[in-house]
């Protein structure tokens, strides 16, 4: 029955959001204000049941209803109940349903909340959601319905796979949705105001606390992706440039693209036909990545199962709707008057210069990402490209990135001097130059790009904090604090990545019990090893005492499990985080012999530092979003009171 | 009227749509395929035997060295170990051709003696000779990326083919012209 | 199906191993053992992190539990501490299993778009900006 009537609320759904669409073309055309008035219930009506449909899904993972196919073969009754709960999306048609759901979730909130935006714009921005869905919903009931039965019912499920069996799997997915598929929102405003001609500050301005939610929620899920990777996998690497993280990361350049641009048009109402390019640009990036990560054209761990069938529907979803969005652009953007003109040295130059470098990027990785695809479609020949490309390609314009990043906020709007502008650098340049030479002395042999990355992290690390100076803190507006805050957590970042880098020690040693290793300024004594079990696995787990000089000792517990079902092993390592760093332990395999094991220690010194960046970026976003929100509120709703203040 | 400039601009409005196609086009050419993983086939076929020298795997059985494919008569190098599932599927077409006078040499790939003796007890032997490559280093000085896989090596010590997979019933012409091409 | 050993190494996901597909021995003495030169070791590392393991869904050698990928990071180490150059090592792997063994794209003719990639883009960018700007004086 809960099977039947999420199936039903699923189609009900895909019904509403026909509706909308229709409804939306018809006011539109005809001008019917009553119309255009009803678009707002049904959309949040359409919303009210994807996730009535979600929540019943989740219902029966929960209960694990063998009856269900999906719940059969990706769940089991032993499973702890919150891998019950996550497992819902650990598996294609669920996280599709998610994505869905998002998607509806979205559009719903647009017409629950939106208030600013013209309301023929609002109702084309609407349609357009529904239009989104519609493809996505007949995805879903015909490709991959996650409510199909089975019969008969098997008497135990296949279990999940244990790598996804952690806390991230609770976390990590939906608020990555929320980010990628919340972008759905930016491109439908944008294909709404494409429409209805109506490109300018206040489109803009309604626009931007929708991308900076978005955004933020992205900002967040990657950050916890990278760090699950990290902890989960056993061999201290947080970012593989795989192509599932890609096509995570792709949608977040354009979104912080994006985020940047929008303000320049709120307020400058300059770079228009750029903000709306990069609202079409990031939500079809989520759309491709959707694309490159269920359709199996590319490999990855990430990857669900390959299916060329499906993969075939999502690109011709992807066709229409990126396609569609494209032709409109070149269209109707041309129409958009361009607003005033500024000089390089201006704020908005160092804001077309963030964009310019932050589309190179995504150029970079996208080309990265395609191009064994590309090779392999016209010489047949198989190649790979990974880090060494990546890091090689990307870093030196991340640099240039972060100097702009450092120096815009600080530049005045349309017009600036380069003579001032050094001025104001100067305090971030003398700590540039400190930092070169301290980071000479300490640590002599390091390699070119973490000296970079430190250095400029220090000096764009002072440059964030900049606007602050001389300024009543408790009078500044929350939404500059959240850019200063985010800007930070760049540098805190990149500080964490050049450490990572250049600092790790690794010991790798098959040690007897009893025996004492070194890694870092750690001694590390083995103490024994003892079998465990738990709720749906059984491990051997070793007891390592960890010290640093003098200090006192502490124990670490790292773990080589067994799962039954499916039948596998994970190495579960055993972290201990202090104030400058982590000390990362794996138990690994029994030698030959049997009285030795494998033991894998690292010293990873900041490391923390890169996830900390990113929860600050994150924090950044959020205080800003809440900064325009209540300042939204409290002005009218014509916007007049934003435009123009800013740091 | 439209200005030289704007007109560009215009031109330049159409380049994501048109790049847009192009992404499509090739990801399409990408889905045509069945499989995305890469079925790596070894680049030495069509040049000579790497030398090498393997241990004996089992007592009684002579070890397998590259100068063994020199003796003028086209044989088999098939690579295989006792714990991989396909490699019991295959013992009897091996077992086939070797009675057809095919000569097939092996490597067991992380092998114990003991364990090979099992397996051959268990499925047959069809090998004349074995040799063990406890470390998977002949495997990859090979060109080969798992088990089990079949080389068709010529009378001279050249690789002239390659069989990734198990051999069945279906393969067995295949193999048979492969070894009389190697003839020549 | 073909290769069946390799695709059941395939179809669970890294570094999980599924204990049917795996040999009872024990992993190479260098596979989870570093050098005792920390030069080399290095040197080692550095190559590691750019070779593909060939039996995982996309990982280097350096980040997989996969016995073959602990096999090639053995060999890796006893050549480089028997003196032998990465990129001799390199260029023998890829002898044997074409480019796609190697995540370090050569510079071959057919990796001249990934590396123009960048500078071209850069270029683009400015050309498609440079109209926005205004005039000084």
Known sequence: MIAEAGLAALWLAAALALLQLLLGIVALRGEREDWMRALRPVAMVQAALVALSFGLLILLFLRTDLTVLLVVENSHVAKPWLYKFAGTWGNHEGSMLLWVMVLAVSGGAVALFERQLAERTLVATLAAQAAIGLGFYAFLLFASNPFARVSPAPAEGNGLNPLLQDPGLAFHPPTLYFGYVGLSVAFSFAVGALVTRDVGPAFARAMRPWVLGAWVFLTLGITAGSYWAYYELGWGGWWFWDPVENASLMPWLAATALLHSVTVVATRDGLRAWTVMLAVVAFSMSMVGTFLVRSGILTSVHSFAVDPTRGSFILALLAIYIGGALALFALRVGTVREGSRFDIVSREGALVLNNLLLSAILGIVLIGTLYPLAVEATTGEALSVGAPYFNAATSPIALLLMAAMGAGPLLRWRRDDWRSLARRMAAPAAVLVLALGAVLVAAPGIGIFPLLGLVFAAGVGVASVAPLWKRNLRRTPLFTWGMVIAHLGVSVSVVGMACESAFTRETLVAAAIGETQTVGPFKVRFDGVMPIAGPNWTAIEGTLTVSRGDGTPWVMRPQARMFSSPPTETNEAAIKTLFDGQVYTVLGRQTEGGDRWQLRLWWKPMVTLIWLGGAMIGLGGLLALIGRLARGRRHSPSGDGAAGVLA | ?184 | MRNACLVLLLAALLPLSPALADSKMAPAEYAYRQLPDAKQEKQAQDLMQTLRCLVCQGQSIADSDAEMAGDMRALVRRRIEAGEQPEDIRAWLIERYGDWVSYKPTTAPVTWPLWAAPVLLLAAGIWVGRGRFRRRR
């Open chain 2, 1 to 184: 009227m439209t200005s030289p400039a704007t007109r560009k601009v215009r031109i330049l409005l159409w380049v994501p749509l048109i790049a847009f196609v192009a992404f499509v086009g090739l990801v399409a050419s990408g889905l045509l395929k069945p499989t995305a993983n890469v079925t790596l086939v070894s680049k030495l076929v069509g040049k000579p035997l790497p030398e090498f020298a393997l241990p004996p795997g089992v007592a009684g059985q002579p070890g397998l060295t590259a100068a063994d494919f020199r003796a003028g008569k086209p044989r088999l190098l098939n690579i295989f170990a006792s714990w991989c599932v396909p490699c019991a599927a295959e013992a009897p077409v091996l077992k086939q051709l070797a009675d057809a006078g095919v000569e097939i040499d092996a490597v067991a790939i992380r092998d114990r003696p003991e364990d090979i003796a099992r397996f051959l007890g268990r499925w047959g032997n069809p090998y004349a000779r074995i040799g063990s490559d406890v470390d998977s280093s002949i495997q990859f000085a090979l060109g080969s990326s798992g088990v089990p896989e079949t080389f068709v090596i010529d009378g001279k010590g050249v690789i002239r083919h390659q069989h990734i997979g198990d051999i069945r019933a279906e393969n067995v012409p295949e193999i048979l012209a492969a070894l009389k091409d190697a003839e020549r």
